[in-house]
T-cell receptor, first 112, second 114 residues
């Protein structure tokens, strides 16, 4: 079945550091890929998505590129802020969009 | 403001209690969902409703009983829970089932079973 593997956290960075959170997936067919963010005390919010190979999703300074050859969708940001402290979830969806498989989440803590 | 509101935010209940979680959305969506979020585990989709009809029940124990009286409200009735049911329960809604991956989530109910 489909699965998503994320790097274990927590990840602790200083403000303005470069962020990478790794995500790899296993899926049949050609899934769509997503990153969600969960701020403390909140539900999940869709952060960005990519629907086909080589697509780059971006939002709020975050980027991720759909790499079919390495089955990866790593999340990056050039300069993190304290306000980026949250849990980040990688996920995939089948083409019918009727099933979403989530990773276990990676907690990011940004210190001033 | 996410448009999806869950109450209560926190709930502590004994194993013999009966309680209900409430979810309300004002987004005009036609699909609503219950998820269970446990530490270090992927989100688990529990129930799916489309146009007030249940379309999926992912092998959830009968001690969890959902109810969708209209397209704006979703309940999760709880009875005789176990300590391992302690988790964050998230409600979500989307325009339709095909928009599941772009659902809007509520803030969740943190449930502790003692």
């Amino acid at each position: 079945g489909d699965s998503v593997t994320q790097m274990e956290g927590p990840v602790t960075l200083s403000e303005e550091a470069f962020l990478t959170i790794n995500c790899t997936y296993t899926a049949t067919g050609y899934p769509s890929l997503f990153w969600y963010v969960q701020y403390p005390g909140e539900g999940l919010q869709l952060l960005l998505k990519a629907t086909k190979a080589d697509d780059k999703g971006s939002n709020k300074g975050f980027e991720a590129t759909y790499r079919k050859e390495t089955t990866s969708f790593h999340l990056e940001k050039g300069s993190v802020q304290v306000s980026d402290s949250a849990v980040y979830f990688c996920a995939l969806s089948d083409r019918g969009y009727q099933k979403v498989t989530f990773g276990t989440g990676t907690k990011l803590q940004v210190i001033p | 403001e996410t448009g999806v509101t869950q109450t209560p935010r926190h709930l502590v209940m004994g194993m013999t209690n009966k309680k209900s979680l409430k979810c309300e959305q004002h987004l005009g969506h036609n699909a609503m969902y219950w998820y269970k979020q446990s530490a270090k585990k992927p989100l688990e989709l529990m129930f799916v409703y489309s146009l007030e009809e249940r379309v999926e029940n992912n092998s959830v124990p009968s001690r969890f009983s959902p109810e969708c009286p209209n397209s704006s409200h979703l309940f999760l009735h709880l009875h005789t829970l176990q300590p391992e049911d302690s988790a964050l329960y998230l409600c979500a809604s989307s325009q339709d089932l095909r928009s599941l991956a772009e659902a809007f989530f509520g803030q969740g109910t943190r449930l502790t079973v003692v």
